[in-house]
């Protein structure tokens, strides 16, 4: 049986409802014993002119994008979307990033920064040396750049090297620039807003003391992770869209590149493997050594 443990599913009723001979339960949809299905089609083919390997994502939440998709290059179907993409390869940036839900924000789930505020924080400033922070499916750069604010104001940003990783190139170009829409700072204190980004034409930038702290790189982390070690590694939303086997791969490889000490941040509906993670907080783990 593969094993889902990284995936907390939507929808799994809570208690075994009555019995009903005419109905399995769990729904096969929801089984974590039943196969997962592959991505086909259209879907696939994004993925593929990206070079991504289609058989390393779960087909649902991919294949519901795939409307949006075809909203993005004003294609009447799969198949005319398919033959446009091969036709012209430019397309696939735009393609990709409709696929991939690329969904992020400042200080997202604020409960996980409240942890990180009180656990991770001063964690990191008993130890001495350098502050090693990756960000695995960074998108556009909010959520590392939340990690920058925090260690500019505990007093750390001079010692931190904070990277951040994304299989998109248009997302990590943006992450790099580091411009943001005001409505992307609606809810950051004003005060933070004045100390950490500067007026810029299309919103305000990240300021350069921050930004001189940040590495931002394409990579696919189903098949090459930066090497470690990492005092902190975010890894949030990205697992929920893995099969069981890449996820496995994937908190596996996370595992070997973090520090004896070192934290997991997951999103809130993912699981790492009990076996090397412990628990400290809400979506927050210390590695564990069995
Ligand atoms: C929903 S966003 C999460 C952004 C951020 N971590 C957060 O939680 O706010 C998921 C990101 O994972 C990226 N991603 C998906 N597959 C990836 C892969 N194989 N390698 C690297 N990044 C990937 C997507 O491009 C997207 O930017």
Not at 28 to 34: I, K, N, V
Not at 100 to 114: H, K, M, N, Q, Y
Request: hydrophobic fraction near 45%.
């Amino acid at each position: 049986m593969p094993d889902l443990t990284h995936v907390q599913f939507e929808g799994v009723p809570s208690r075994r409802p009555r019995h009903d001979p005419g109905r399995a339960f769990p729904p096969r949809s929801l089984d974590p014993g039943h196969p997962q299905p592959l991505i086909t089609g259209f879907a696939a083919d994004v993925l593929a002119t990206a070079g991504l390997d289609a058989a390393v994502y779960r087909a649902a939440p991919l294949e519901r994008r795939v409307a949006a998709c075809l909203r993005t290059l004003k294609a009447g179907s799969p198949e005319a979307a398919s033959v446009l993409l091969g036709a012209r390869p430019e397309l696939s940036a735009a393609a990709l990033s409709t696929l991939l839900i690329g969904v992020s924000e400042f200080f997202r789930d604020p409960a996980v920064f409240d942890v990180v505020r009180s656990v991770i924080i001063p964690d990191l400033q008993a130890r001495p040396g350098p502050v090693r922070i990756w960000s695995a499916g960074c998108s556009t750069g909010a959520e590392l750049y939340s990690m920058a604010i925090l260690l500019a104001e505990s007093g750390m940003l001079d010692r931190a090297w904070l990277v951040g990783t994304d299989c998109r190139g248009d997302a990590i170009a943006a992450a790099r620039e580091g411009v943001f829409a005001p409505a992307a700072l609606s809810r950051l204190a004003p005060a933070l807003v004045d100390r950490y980004f500067e007026p810029a034409k299309s919103g305000r930038r990240i300021v350069r003391t921050l930004r001189r702290r940040t590495i931002w790189q394409v990579g696919d982390v189903t098949r090459v992770l930066p090497d470690g070690p990492w005092d902190l590694v975010l890894c949030r939303n990205l697992v929920i869209y893995l099969q069981p086997h890449a996820a496995g791969a994937l908190f596996g490889g996370i595992h070997a590149r973090l520090s004896p000490d070192g934290f997991l941040v997951v999103g809130k509906a993912e699981r790492p493997p009990p076996a090397r993670y412990v628990p400290v907080g809400r979506a927050t783990y210390r590695r564990h050594d069995a």
